[in-house]
């Protein structure tokens, strides 16, 4: 973006006019919009920040002269490549590869690899972008990046999967490096694919670094990483309930997805004593009225991470009934958890939840409220956990491992499971200085704005490039 005068925060500090301000906010805006259409996500996913942010930015003429909020929004690089591989049947298959490299102000470029056929660069620019305040948050050396290819690996066998994999990481290879950008996993990419792409980087460079983590453990993964990101979302949570003198005993929650995240915050609500109700997967949701037990729990994450299997199949078993084509939000709960995908928790299912007398939302996939959803539950000063601080324990756990790899050391499971309760309790004590406004604490305010002043700090420290 061209650094225009007009489009930036006026600097006339204190007297200000907030309509000045506010139609400053929309042009800045438009033209975020103008340069990156057809990008719902991203564009959702800067009006979040840069509505926080702007008030802030107003009045710093630092801020203009380095074009922070411009720089901010582009990112610093972006790849685009073609995947070939052959499938089972020998006939071969091209998919489409990216890697977006948003901001390496505090570290290196750091986030995930999503294999699902939605991906597009639009969704990934929203993804990095995110990851950026996310990682900032954490109070870790990590830069912001995502990453990953409209690869389907539902339905593929094992070899398909490993030769999509090797073939990805010929070019992604070129881009990455301890130091330089070290991705992780997201949607579709879980242990066995960081395990193919890690196998082929070591084949091409002939080297053991760490240049990417949630590897195995015994391989250069760290304990922990597997459950961090569903362990900090409800460490968070019980943080926020604290505040409030409350717990987790006997709460209601409804949680969706039955991957990584979802089911290792199940896990933790379950130890809690939270009764959890709902648990879902792209073809609807379960629902528990008893509540899970670590019974029904172990024959969840068989069926999802062994047998890769569907949700549908548990339909009649436990007392659990299945809802095909449905999302919980339905189900009468005290805490949300969405733990999916973007966009799976909209102003319907918002009212629906205040309606059954919800507390608030806590999430754990990222961007699964909408904006409307969003605003619904701050106008009724309902607890709202972004994204960017209650998941950024898989991020935490992710530096962790980077750590352990550069010492070549391998940290026990107390230690990791301390370092991530620390952070997760870091993250809620800079929410709430930023977001504290008197009567309530807005989370969405606070994790924006104690983000943003780290990054822009660093950004101007280090100059314009
Ligand atoms: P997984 O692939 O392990 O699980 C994703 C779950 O969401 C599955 O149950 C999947 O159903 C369901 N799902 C995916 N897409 C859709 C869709 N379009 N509609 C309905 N359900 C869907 O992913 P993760 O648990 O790793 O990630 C979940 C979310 O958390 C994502 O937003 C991710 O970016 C975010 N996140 C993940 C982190 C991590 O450490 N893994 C860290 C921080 C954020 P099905 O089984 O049918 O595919």
């Known amino acids: 973006m061209t650094q225009s005068k007009q489009n930036t925060p006026s600097s006339s500090g204190s007297g200000t006019d907030s309509k000045d301000r506010d139609s400053d906010l929309e042009r800045f805006l438009d033209e975020v919009s103008q340069r990156n259409p057809h990008e719902p996500e991203f564009l959702e996913a800067v009006r979040e920040?840069?509505?926080?942010?702007?008030?802030?930015?107003?009045?710093?003429?630092?801020?203009?002269?380095?074009?922070?909020?411009?720089r901010l929004v582009e990112p610093d690089r972006v790849f685009s490549f073609r995947v070939c591989w052959e499938d089972d049947d020998g006939q071969l298959q091209v998919n489409r590869g990216y890697r977006v490299q948003f901001n390496n102000a505090l570290g290196p470029y750091k986030g995930g690899l999503r294999f699902h056929p939605s991906v597009n660069l639009g969704i990934l620019k929203f993804l990095a972008f995110e990851q950026v305040f996310k990682n900032a948050l954490t109070g870790l050396p990590l830069g912001g990046g995502k990453g990953g290819s409209d690869f389907d690996p539902r339905g593929r066998s094992d070899r398909e999967v490993m030769r999509f994999c090797q073939s990805f990481m010929i070019e992604l290879s070129r881009h990455i490096g301890p130091d330089r950008d070290v991705p992780a996993g997201d949607i579709g990419v879980g242990e066995r694919e960081i395990g193919y792409l890690y196998g082929q980087y070591k084949r091409l460079q002939d080297e053991s670094r760490g240049i990417l983590t949630g590897?195995?453990?015994?391989?250069?993964?760290?304990?922990?990483?597997?459950?961090a990101t569903g362990y900090g979302v409800v460490l968070f949570a019980e943080a926020m309930l604290s505040r409030l003198e409350e717990d987790f005993a006997g709460k209601a929650c409804a949680i969706s997805g039955s991957g990584n995240v979802a089911l290792f915050a199940a896990e933790k609500l379950l130890e809690k004593g939270a009764k959890v109700v709902t648990v879902s997967d792209s073809g609807g949701y379960l629902h528990i009225p008893e509540g899970l037990d670590t019974e029904l729990l172990k024959k969840i994450k068989d069926l999802k991470f062994a047998q890769r299997g569907r949700l549908e199949s548990l339909d009649g078993e436990d007392g659990c009934e299945f809802h095909a084509d449905e999302r919980p939000w339905e189900v009468a709960c005290d805490l949300a958890i969405?733990?999916?995908?973007?966009?799976?928790?909209d102003l319907e299912a918002a009212e629906a939840l205040l309606e059954n007398g919800c507390m608030g939302v806590i999430e754990g996939a990222n961007m699964p409220s909408t904006a409307a959803a969003i605003k619904r539950f701050r106008e009724e000063k309902k607890l709202f956990a972004p994204a960017k601080a209650a998941n950024a324990g898989g991020v935490a756990v992710?530096?962790?491992?980077?750590s352990q790899n550069s010492m070549r050391v391998y940290w026990k499971r107390e230690r990791v499971e301390e370092e991530l309760a620390e952070i997760m309790g870091s993250i809620h004590k800079q929410c709430v200085e930023a977001g504290d406004d008197g009567d309530w604490v807005d989370y969405v305010k606070g994790a924006n704005l104690a983000a943003f002043k780290?990054?822009?700090s660093a950004m101007l420290s280090l100059g314009p490039g």
């Open 454 to 456: 780290q990054v822009a």
């Open 215 to 227: 590897k195995g453990v015994g391989y250069g993964g760290s304990l922990l990483r597997m459950e």
């Open 338 to 345: 969405p733990c999916a995908t973007q966009g799976e928790l």
């Open 398 to 402: 992710s530096g962790l491992e980077m």
């Open 49 to 70: 920040v840069i509505e926080v942010i702007y008030p802030e930015a107003v009045g710093r003429p630092d801020l203009q002269q380095d074009a922070i909020l411009e």
